[in-house]
């Protein structure tokens, strides 16, 4: 056999062996949707933190303008629980260069604790089919 021939037949195998690895053809998703969760602090967006949903709902950022985005949750009903943007200011350089001293201005917690647990939290969503898609919770209402 010629090394173009030994070749191509490598490439061939690699192509079908991938053909189970893509996005779609695996196990198949839930019924869901894709939902947008705006948190608000007395009438303002949060713009910064993280936001989870019980059970296998998942999570997301928050970005600027107070939303979160979530590409697809299952159908049920979720406790929503907010969590303080992570501090990374301690966490040890990946070289041996000098690490920059980083200096962060101390901000009053925006994030109630009782809003930072699944047991406490009050805010609640169903995702549901037929229902918007769209939630907006005000932490001091």
């Known amino acids: 056999m ?8 490598v490439g061939v195998a690699g192509c079908l062996l991938c053909l189970g690895c893509g996005p779609n053809l695996g196990r198949p998703l839930d019924p869901g949707k894709p939902i947008v969760i705006q948190i608000l602090s007395g009438g303002s967006p949060l713009g910064e933190g993280l936001i989870d949903l019980s059970g296998a ?17 299952p159908y049920g009903v979720y406790q929503v629980v907010i969590h303080p943007p992570m ?15 980083v200096v962060k201005k101390a901000q009053p917690n925006l ?9 406490t ?8 089919e037929g229902t918007a898609g769209r939630f907006e919770f005000d932490l001091k209402k």
């Open 87 to 101: 501090d990374l200011s301690n966490v040890a350089p990946l070289d041996d260069a000098k690490p920059t001293p």
């Open 111 to 119: 994030i109630p604790r009782k809003f930072q647990h699944e047991q």
């Open 121 to 128: 939290t009050p805010l609640q969503i169903e995702v549901a």
């Open 2 to 9: 010629t090394n173009a021939f030994q070749m191509t037949w």
């Open 57 to 73: 709902g998942g999570g997301a950022k928050i970005t600027s303008t107070g939303e979160a985005n979530f590409e697809h949750v």
